[in-house]
T-cell receptor, first 113, second 112 residues
């Protein structure tokens, strides 16, 4: 059982480039989330989704976009990357009730230079 | 001022010690309280989940919530080198655990 899978694990981008961080879960979870974690800091919610076709902004959505066309996939798009987006990005999901346990992926470490 | 403040650490203890990890918060509307363990280069993993004031025990781990003081703690008994990790507290206004507010984490090292 793979759980939550994120790709890539590491990426270096130049300022102004774009990329998509991939997130897939195989637990049939309705709820999915994207967070960023800056060094020595807690997690900040970027975007979340309560089901296919439904997304909403979190605490720090500027500079990012998401889509949810299937239950399994929740990609995060960075347009015009900036140094301030250098961070570790985590995807997470939970089940039928949103208070159910969160399962996290192992993260994508992104550097924008 | 941050909504959730966590003891910054780092914390280094000998194997077998009792560890106390602490967070304070300012928003009295928080109802659900969580502790996550995060190993280096890994995603957080839920350790404890509590609702309202009181204690909850799970093996060597005890979570304590004092809503009157806006203070939560995680105690680790008989600490092991495998407990070496960063511990994050988190709290939410409602049942949506995914929309929690996280502390900045305390890094713990347990030395053999």
């Amino acid at each position: 059982n793979a759980g939550v899978t994120q790709t890539p694990k590491f990426r270096i981008l130049k300022i102004g480039q774009s990329m998509t961080l991939q997130c897939t879960q195989d637990m049939n979870h309705n709820y999915m989330y994207w967070y960023r974690q800056d060094p020595g800091m807690g997690l900040k919610l970027i975007y979340y989704s309560v089901g296919a076709g439904i997304t909403d902004k979190g605490e720090v959505p500027n500079g990012y976009n998401v889509s949810r066309s299937t239950t399994e996939d929740f990609p995060l798009r960075l347009e015009l990357a900036a140094p301030s987006q250098t961070s570790v990005y985590f995807c997470a999901s939970n089940g039928r009730g949103s208070n159910e346990k969160l399962f996290f992926g192992s993260g994508t470490q992104l550097s924008v230079l | 001022q941050k909504e959730v403040e966590q003891d910054p650490g780092p914390l280094s203890v000998p194997e077998g010690a009792i560890v106390s990890l602490n967070c304070t918060y300012s928003n009295s509307a928080f109802q659900y309280f969580m502790w996550y363990r995060q190993y280096s280069r890994k995603g957080p993993e839920l350790l404890m989940y509590t609702y309202s004031s009181g204690n909850k025990e799970d093996g060597r781990f005890t979570a304590q919530v004092d809503k009157s003081s806006k203070y939560i703690s995680l105690f680790i008994r008989d600490s092991q080198p495998s407990d070496s990790a960063t511990y994050l507290c988190a709290m939410s206004l409602n049942t949506n655990a995914g929309k929690s507010t996280f502390g900045d984490g305390t890094t713990l090292t347990v030395k053999p």
